[in-house]
């Protein structure tokens, strides 16, 4: 890496740090009152607060790198030639936790990470109801409040505290269901608390040993991806190859768990004879 490069991303992480703040400031200000909520699906629903927040870090994120490339949840997008002129590129989830949000469930966050050609290069992650703000520029470690994170040192299932999500798309559940079933039968047990991009943080933390989800989008693991890393996680796809960005599917865990983890999906997938849910990728914007 060019010493420029380093510098562009050592400035890139203060703006997103700020920004996250900021849009975790809004968020916390709007969570008790009255909002309004559209339906993009059956259950997936999207407030006015995501929009706000989304529309408060585009705007700073376009002030201070006006060439990288865009990509927010709620619809921000740079033109087709910005795309293709930038190699760097910021994916932005503004509430990841919208459920959580708009039933006043207090568990959510705003999720910001810079891709280098779809490597996560900058994450940070930012829980706005307990000020714990989780970051990481690669090759530099993850932090909490500035404070520097790892993964645990699980080494067995049995000991293992897991987190998992299941997909909006409520016909396309059984994959998720039988690996639920799997995982709980074989750990101290598997979490589903609305927050993707805050269990990857807390695998960061050592708070859970893994987390594994599909489908998702790049906005809700670019950042926390990357802090998994960055405390010495590992993250892989579900067959334990490597894990990509826009691929729609994340494995992140402590390193001593990884190959169990790996070995029930396998088995699950192989007993259920189940296909995965929807493989086609948004795409790079
Ligand atoms: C969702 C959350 C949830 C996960 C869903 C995501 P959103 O993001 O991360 O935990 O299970 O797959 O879409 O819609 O609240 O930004
Ligand atoms: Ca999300
Ligand atoms: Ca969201």
């Not at 503004?94 to 490597?119: K, W």
Request: net charge negative.
């Amino acid at each position: 890496m060019t010493d420029a490069e380093q510098e562009l991303r050592a400035a890139a992480l203060p703006v997103a740090t700020s920004l996250a703040r900021e849009a975790g400031a809004l968020l916390r200000q709007r969570i008790g009152t009255r909002r309004q909520v559209a339906h993009k699906g059956t259950i997936d629903i999207v407030t006015d607060a995501d929009v706000a927040a989304e529309a408060l870090i585009v705007a700073g994120l376009r002030e201070a790198f006006p060439n990288f490339r865009l990509i927010g949840e709620e619809g921000s997008r740079t033109t087709a030639a910005e795309a293709a002129s930038a190699a760097y590129g910021w994916v932005i989830d503004p509430l990841d936790g919208t459920t959580n949000f708009a039933h006043g469930y207090p568990h959510f966050a705003v999720s910001i990470a810079l891709e280098h050609r779809g490597d996560p290069v900058v994450g940070v992650v930012y829980d706005p109801m307990r000020d714990e703000l989780f970051a990481a520029v690669a090759g530099g470690g993850a932090t909490l409040n500035g404070e520097p994170i790892a993964v645990s040192s699980a080494t067995s299932l049995i000991a293992s505290l897991l987190a998992t999500g299941f997909p909006y798309d409520l016909t396309q559940r059984e994959e998720s269901t039988a690996l639920r079933i799997a995982f709980n039968n074989q750990t101290q047990g598997v979490r589903r608390d609305g927050s993707a991009a805050l269990n990857l943080c807390y695998v960061a933390a050592g708070r859970l040993d893994g987390f594994y989800e599909r489908p998702l989008n790049a906005w809700d693991i670019g950042a926390g991806a990357l802090i998994v890393r960055e405390a010495g996680g590992v993250v892989t796809a579900y067959d334990g190859g490597p894990f990509d960005l826009y691929g729609r599917e994340i494995l992140a865990c402590a390193p001593g768990v990884h190959g169990a983890m790996v070995a029930v999906i396998a088995e699950t997938r192989r007993a259920s004879g189940v296909v995965a849910e929807s493989t086609v990728p948004p795409g790079i914007v």
